[in-house]
């Protein structure tokens, strides 16, 4: 597959002896056109605990809808959260020198629990924003989110003030998330656990869908009869 080159869209033209980079205007622009679109895009937001089965539901939704020409982008906390240094972290076994700054995932009777610093808000708040910024000019959006205290559901509201917005409850059993979680290997041992009692405390939701018994094809039924219901 080709790429289109940055180069593209950057102009490079000596300017008195000196380097000088020009940026020229976007080509819509340039035709008279204008980036933000009359309409916004939907967002749908697809929150539970980490192994709940967002992932599996949301990939499967955007590829269904894709098969009919709509097209959704599939955005999560865990594209924002990757980007963060690991010096921003802190888990059982490893303490980064900024953790206190960043996230921390510290235990408590259930589990895992997130604890957020500064820079670990304002990246959070980077990911809503950016997910805003989608729908705003045009973009349908689903969101593989973990929102796990009343901040980050108090985050969501402010970015999306305007936006045409659900919040559907993906739920799953504890035991068969953790179980989930054993058997990835991937994941934090307790998170699963920590999250599932976190995670549904501070948001109303639109929808709910559970994936602890019921097989993706039929969760991904549901979701898609309720966003075109909607």
């Known amino acids: 597959m080709s790429r289109v080159a940055l180069g593209a869209f950057i102009v490079v033209r ?12 976007a080509r819509a622009e340039a035709n008279g056109e204008n980036h933000r679109m009359s309409v916004p895009g939907r967002v749908v937001i697809l929150n539970g605990a980490s192994s709940s089965g967002k992932t599996t ?36 076994g490893y303490g980064g020198p ?16 997130p604890r957020v610093g500064e820079v670990g808000r304002r990246l959070l708040a980077a990911y809503h924003e950016a997910v805003a910024a989608c729908a705003r000019v045009g973009f349908n959006v689903l969101v593989d989110d973990v929102c796990f205290d009343e901040h980050s559901a108090a985050g969501w509201q402010d970015a999306l003030a305007g936006l045409p917005a659900a919040f559907v409850a993906v739920r799953c059993e504890p035991d068969i998330a953790e179980a989930r979680e054993q058997a990835r290997g991937d994941r934090l041992p307790g998170l699963a656990r920590g999250l599932s009692g976190l995670v549904h405390r501070d948001l109303a939701y639109d929808f709910e869908v559970d994936t602890s018994c019921a097989d993706i094809e039929t969760v991904t039924a549901q979701l898609i009869s309720f966003i075109d219901a909607t």
Do not use: M, T
């Not at 000596?14 to 380097?19: R, V």
């Not at 953790?99 to 895992?112: C, H, I, K, Q, T």
């Open 57 to 92: 539901l949301a990939e499967h939704f955007r590829d269904a809808k894709a098969s009919e020409g709509e097209c959704w982008l599939l955005l999560g906390i865990d594209d924002f959260l990757i980007k963060l240094p690991e010096q921003w972290f802190a888990y059982p």
């Open 14 to 25: 000596p300017a008195s002896g000196a380097n000088r980079v020009d940026l020229p205007l």
């Open 98 to 113: 900024f953790r206190d700054a960043g996230v921390r995932y510290e235990p408590y009777s259930e589990g895992l629990e």
